[in-house]
């Protein structure tokens, strides 16, 4: 297995453009998660899927993100519109189940200028 | 609420010595508790579960209910343990993880 795949793995984009941050979660989990993190506050949780229903959003910021898991092998991450303190570096991340921890991607780092 | 509170931003150690990061958490219940690794401009990786009281590259960790501690120790550091550590921890019955703000080990050779 690849494991977690995200991309892309660097965007850079003006204040005010939509940006679109993709994963592709481990074949056969069942939860997605979207982390952000940032020096100042660390990772933080953004939403976590589970069998592609949104379980817990609470920690979307503002109504400029959205997330959407329409299948269980594709998630994806929307701003819109982009500012420049959305730049941070977000992970994508899945589980099995509980207890046994998560499998990260790789991140993508997103710097909005 | 659950909280997990890493003390130490940085932390030094030179090669060879122990090493010992804290963890502190706070949560009423049964909580489940991961050390993860993050080296540098890498992914985070999972390092240890608590239930499963595994040694991994050397690394220990003991949950301490009394003190709601989950300290990560090795014995001997090595230069190549220099990395991001995260602690974390779940509720029971709950896939979600909440994360300390990190410590930054360095080995020092």
């Known amino acids: 297995d690849a494991g977690v795949i995200q991309s892309p793995r660097h965007e850079v984009t003006e204040m005010g453009q939509e940006v679109t941050l993709r994963c592709k979660p481990i074949s056969g989990h069942n939860s997605l998660f979207w982390y952000r993190q940032t020096m100042m506050r660390g990772l933080e949780l953004l939403i976590y899927?589970?069998?592609?229903?949104?379980?817990?959003d609470s920690g979307m910021p503002e109504d400029r993100f959205s997330a959407k898991m329409p299948n269980a092998s594709f998630s994806t991450l929307k701003i819109q519109p982009s500012e420049p303190r959305d730049s941070a570096v977000y992970f994508c991340a899945s589980s099995s189940g509980q207890g046994y921890g998560y499998t990260f991607g790789s991140g993508t780092r997103l710097t909005v200028v | 609420a659950q909280r997990v509170t890493q003390p130490e931003k940085l932390l030094s150690v030179f090669k060879g010595a122990p090493v010992e990061l804290k963890c502190n958490y706070s949560y009423s219940g049964s909580p489940e508790l991961f050390w993860y690794v993050q080296y540098s401009r890498q992914r985070l990786q999972l390092l240890l579960r608590h239930i499963s009281r595994e040694s991994i590259k050397g690394f220990t960790a003991d949950l301490n209910k009394g003190e709601t501690s989950f300290h990560l120790k090795k014995p001997f550091a090595q230069e190549e343990d220099s990395a991001m550590y995260y602690c974390?921890?779940?509720?029971?019955?709950?896939?979600?993880?909440?994360f300390g703000t990190g410590t930054r080990l360095t080995i020092i050779p």
């Open positions: 974390a921890l779940s509720a029971f019955g709950n896939e979600k993880l909440t």
């Open positions: 899927f589970n069998n592609n229903v949104p379980i817990d």
